[in-house]
């Protein structure tokens, strides 16, 4: 079990909802449908985490957009 307290690695998981959502960028922009699949499920991990940081952080903005977001990306994997 880690010694930090849960607060503090809530308050980390915005660095890794960040480099997801970056990578996933970088993947849907891929010629490859395979690659372009692959980076509409890491936005949507990236949504995930984004949403759990944002309850945590009392940002409902954040939250409603990433769901908003979200309903986007299963769009675009139906589609891909």
Do not use: C, E, Y
Not at 15 to 36: E, K, Q
Not at 43 to 48: A, C, G, I, P, R
């Amino acid at each position: 079990m880690s010694s930090l307290p849960s607060a503090v690695l809530l308050d980390l998981l915005q660095w890794p909802a960040m480099i997801a959502t970056i990578g996933a960028a970088w993947l849907v922009a891929s010629n490859r449908a395979s690659r372009r699949n692959s980076g509409f499920w890491l936005f949507m991990l990236s949504n995930v985490l984004w949403i759990a940081w944002g309850v945590h952080a009392a940002a409902p903005a954040l939250v409603v957009l990433q769901v908003g977001l979200a309903a986007m990306n299963i769009r675009g994997a139906i589609k891909t």
